[in-house]
């Protein structure tokens, strides 16, 4: 089973200011099948990124996605008072796919 | 749009099985996978299983096998999972989730449904 390591866990910013988020594999994903999800409290997950840099349909283009292998980043460029919430990775590759621990990023 | 409707709370003792329903519209039921999600109380999102809803197959995260049973009902445009044998940590919300090319697991998501286990 491959384990996805999130770093921070916690990230305090201001809006307006910029967010980097990693997501490390215990093991590389299988044709980059990784994932970015947002959720915030109460809700379901909403999907932003897929294939490690894909944005889905109707996501800002301030959300975007980097990486291969086992290290990818989700980066926000210009926080807006929506976007602070808890990001999870998932991959897709290897079943079972599996989630990461989570960042929040909460407003400083 | 794209709506899935699960639906409501439940809350069982521990040995009982819990079946949740998942209602899909606003796309064509057949053409793409249903995976099942949970997310217990402040844990990170697990992934279950899934099933191709154009034929039935199903694959299962080792975890559930023997406890998780995942079906669909091609006329009602409806995905169900079963999960028998409850214990109190399986305390959690259940989301349905369809799927994408190359088993993306959510691209849209249910509202979730509570599950609670307890004695």
């Known amino acids: 089973e491959i384990v996805l390591t999130q770093s921070p866990g916690t990230l305090s910013l201001s809006p307006g200011e910029r967010a980097t988020l990693s997501c490390r594999a215990s093991q590389s994903v299988s044709s980059n099948y990784l994932a970015w999800y947002q959720q915030k409290p109460g809700q379901a997950p909403r999907l932003l990124i897929y294939?490690?840099?894909s944005r889905a349909s109707g996501i800002p283009d301030r959300f975007s996605g980097s990486g291969s292998g086992a290290d990818f980043t989700l980066t926000i460029s210009r926080l807006e008072p929506e976007d602070f919430a808890v990001y999870y990775c998932?991959?897709?590759?290897?079943?079972?796919?599996?989630f990461g621990g989570g960042t929040k990023v909460e407003i400083k | 749009q794209v709506q899935l409707v699960q639906s409501g709370a439940e809350v069982k003792k521990p040995g009982a099985s819990v079946n949740v329903s998942c209602k899909a519209s606003?796309?064509?039921?057949?053409?793409?996978?249903m995976h099942w999600v949970r997310q217990a109380p402040g844990q990170r999102l697990e992934w279950m299983g899934w099933?191709?809803?154009?034929?039935?197959?199903?694959k299962y995260s080792q975890k559930f096998q023997g406890r998780l049973t995942i079906t669909r009902d091609t006329s009602a445009s409806t995905a169900y999972m079963e999960l028998s044998a409850l214990r109190s940590e399986d305390t959690a919300v259940y989301y349905c989730a369809r799927g994408g090319s190359g088993n993306l697991c959510g691209l849209n998501w249910g509202q979730g449904t509570l599950v609670s286990v307890s004695s």
């Open positions: 998932q991959q897709y590759g290897s079943s079972p796919f599996t």
């Open positions: 294939g490690a840099s």
């Open positions: 606003g796309y064509t039921f057949t053409s793409y996978a």
């Open positions: 099933i191709n809803a154009a034929n039935g197959n199903t």
